[in-house]
């Protein structure tokens, strides 16, 4: 992204001056000044770790978004307009206990009737609109672009290498899944029983069957780290995933759908079940959803960013594979027609085929003043290394001119403000990645009304889709393009050496590995929009 002129900054450590009743935001300071604190010594309670990222870096000495404090000390007794924030992503569990009463309805359609009652072209589409229909798996976008065959571009040259390359990965994977497969099946039959712990396998000695101890030596330095066997179940769901379908040649996933993803004008396709047929393949889509919206202080799991002034409103168009261009475009447009004034976009490509489709949509959201907040990806690239790595979405092709201003890319952070501060799997680029924020380790919302830890630049970027949100509730007036300035202007600057990619080896400064050089911060933002709605900034 391009550097925008900062339109406000400070050189004081917030304190707080006055008491926290009213708004009389004078009376309070921005966060900034935070390179010298100390890292934590003391470990986060499981408490604390479940909602980190709305703890404030200078009280908690961690790199949360300080969005406690925001309500806390700015937001009490402050009026708010709902805001629409549409998730487009895997399919949203609508009914869990924790996010029903944040989930949009549309207020012009009658449910179940079978018509179109608002004439948006989506026939009772009451929560939102699933564009895959009964699809749930896909291809990877470059084994679409193999199967399509040598066109003579670079791109399916590189999609060939590529697809041959994650193949034999795939295959080597493949190999060690069946033999962590058939070490756990050897221990399940030792032990009698249909799981075992760390301890349980400490009680084999050397003295049992050789078989038996070689299966302890595998899942012992699985599970000493801290997993339980149910991460053999996730890895071999991934890795059958990938053969079997994302890339799979022979595969069409696609057919399900019934539409032909290459025609833009062939729209009516789809349907309204916003969870999806698969309710474990929603787990992204609600766990993304939870992170903004999940209730806050109800005692049921983590807590929402903007949980009481906003409504999601569902859109699924991310497979178990690549999403279609063509799909993203549409999904955009819906939210955009529908009321949505924040989208989030926690998917990512690097290869397309009708990206121009979706860069159109992109503009068309900036024309009806729609921010579009999206992950940086989870690959440790810095995508703008030797001109710049293609990756979809963007507001811009290989570094140029930004096509409009409502764009914002995230990338992730760790709990610790230390050099490890950058998540080792999170993208980065001085130009391409705007902020970062709370990634790791988030606490949401998961189907079968649940809530689970997950990770990746897809959590950090529903952590600033709810700041945005947040501000768009309480200063309705400020654009979209207002909202992106202030989100990084406000921003806690950092001044510090981190590890990037998890590799001690390539050391940066964090200014130099985003546009802002911050961390978004929600106590910072409320106190520029409130500077920015009032005229003196």
Known sequence: MRLLKPVYLSATLALVLASCGG????????????????????????????????????????????????????LKGKKAT????????????????????????????????????????????????????????????????????????????????????????????????????NANKTLLDYFKADTYTVKDLETITATADSKVVNAKNIMFGIMSRGNDLSILDKYKKQVDSKLKYQLNLEFDGRALTGDNPDDIQDVNYGDNNVL????????????????????????LGGDGVASDVVEIMAVRAVPDGDEYDKDIALAIRYAVDNGAKVING?????????????????????????????????????????????RFPNDNQKMGAEISDNFLVVGALNPEFSEKLIAPFSNYGHYDVDVFAPGVKIYATIPNNSYDFLQGTSMASPNVAGVAALVRAYYPK???????????????????????GGNSAD???????????????????????????????
């Open 507 to 537: 050391v940066r400064n964090f200014k130099a590995i985003s546009t802002s050089g911050k961390i978004v911060n929600a106590y910072n933002a409320i106190l520029l929009a409130d500077k920015v709605s009032k005229g003196k900034k």
């Open 82 to 181: 709902k805001v629409v924030v549409g998730v487009i992503d895997s399919g949203v569990e609508i009914e869990h206990d924790d996010l029903k009463k944040a989930i949009w309805t549309n207020p012009k359609e009658k449910a179940a009737n079978g018509i179109d009652d608002d004439n948006n072209g989506y026939i009772d589409d009451i929560h939102g609109w699933n564009f895959l229909g009964k699809a749930v798996h896909e291809n990877l976008e470059y084994t679409r672009i193999v199967k399509m065959g040598d066109n003579g571009t670079a791109q399916y040259k590189k999609a060939v290498a590529k697809h041959r390359e994650e193949l034999a990965e795939a295959a080597e994977s493949k190999t060690r899944v069946d033999i962590l497969v």
């Open 23 to 74: 708004t009389k935001f004078a009376n309070y300071t921005p966060i900034s000044g935070v390179d010298h604190l100390p890292k934590r010594t003391t470990a986060l309670t499981d408490e604390q770790l479940k909602r980190w990222s709305h703890l404030d870096l200078v009280r908690d000495t961690v790199p949360g978004m300080s969005v406690d404090r925001a309500y806390n000390e700015l």
């Open 346 to 390: 926690s998917f990512g490509k690097y290869f397309e085929t009708h990206s121009q489709w979706v860069r159109d949509a992109i503009i068309y959201a900036a024309e009806k003043d729609v921010l579009i907040v999206v992950a940086a990806g989870n690959d440790a690239l810095d995508l703008n290394k030797d001109g710049g790595v293609d």
């Open 478 to 500: 400020l654009s979209a393009g207002q909202v992106k300035k202030i989100l990084m202007d406000s921003g806690i600057a950092i001044d510090k050496e981190v590890i990037l």
């Open 276 to 299: 999806g047929p698969d309710r474990d393949e929603a787990m992204h889509g609600t766990h993304v959803s939870g992170i903004i919206a999940q209730q806050r202080h109800n005692n």
